[in-house]
């Protein structure tokens, strides 16, 4: 059984950095991980993704520069640090497992954590 938990939101103020993470348990060396957030009464949206073999990232345009997706496969976690925080990025942050490593769409992620909350102050 695949089990993934995230953790490291909280309160930051504009312009600061928080790291998340994301422990996984289960059958999951097959799968590249990614991030997500969504905002209240807005979509899911895709932040970054990495594979779990050769540490391949790609990003989406709104966070490129500002997030670093990283993972450590002898602890079988991957972290978002998010640096330069800006009050948009409020939202609960989720990791997923995916086959599909260039996937933006979350309806490609087979599993998926319970998110933590991200909230930035101005």
């Known amino acids: 059984q695949v089990q993934l938990v995230e953790s490291g939101g909280g309160l930051v103020q504009a312009g600061g950095s928080l790291r998340l993470s994301c422990s996984a348990s289960g059958r999951t060396f097959n799968y590249a991980v990614g991030w997500f957030r969504q905002a209240p009464g807005k979509e899911r949206d895709f932040l970054a993704a990495?594979?779990?073999?050769?540490?391949?990232?790609h990003y989406a345009d709104s966070v490129k520069g500002r997030f670093t997706i990283s993972r450590d496969n002898a602890k079988n976690t991957v972290y978002l640090q998010m640096d330069n925080l800006k009050p948009e990025d409020t939202a609960v942050y989720y990791c997923a497992l995916t086959t599909s490593f260039r996937a933006v769409n979350p309806s490609v992620y087979l599993y998926w954590g319970q998110g933590t909350p991200v909230t930035v102050s101005s």
């Open positions: 990495i594979t779990r073999t050769d540490g391949l990232t």
